[in-house]
């Protein structure tokens, strides 16, 4: 019954930011950079979320928890994984940004960087260890 509940509101509040996210973009009219970085790291978001909702389902329907022990292990990695990688963009990004476009990246970019490969690293390493199985 936990696993039902927990999976219910992740629905919901998934629903929620898909509903919030189109209002958004029906409403910005013209969209710059420094709001389609925002909008990415959302979607990021948003596509793990659904990908972890569709997993915890499928294991539901199977007549199995929601999350076994190597799911757990699976999402420990992936976060680790994730974690290493937001760190060496923060490093990264504005030295590439530095030499290769000769453009000193603000702040606000700077984090927009960290959270983006953070978000793309852990959801490529929690799809390809869990469907590797370990």
Not at 35 to 53: A, F, G, H, M, Q
Not at 84 to 112: C, K, M, N, Q, R
Request: with cysteine; hydrophobic share 50%; charged share 15%.
């Amino acid at each position: 019954m936990k696993d039902k509940l927990g999976i219910s509101v992740g629905i919901g509040i998934t629903a929620l930011a898909i509903v919030t996210i189109l209002f958004y973009i029906m409403n910005a009219g013209n969209l710059e950079l420094n709001e389609i970085l925002p909008l990415l790291i959302v979607l990021i978001l948003i596509v793990s979320t659904i990908y972890i909702l569709w997993d915890r389902i499928k294991n539901i329907k199977k007549g199995l928890p929601a999350q076994d022990e190597r799911l757990k292990i699976t999402n420990y990695k992936a976060c680790y994984y994730g974690f290493i990688a937001s760190i060496w963009s923060a490093v990264g990004a504005p030295l590439i940004s530095g030499i290769f476009f000769d453009y000193e990246l603000s702040g606000h970019h700077v984090t927009a960087a960290v959270v983006l490969f953070g978000g793309i690293t852990f959801m490529i390493s929690y799809i390809y260890l869990a469907w590797k199985g370990y």
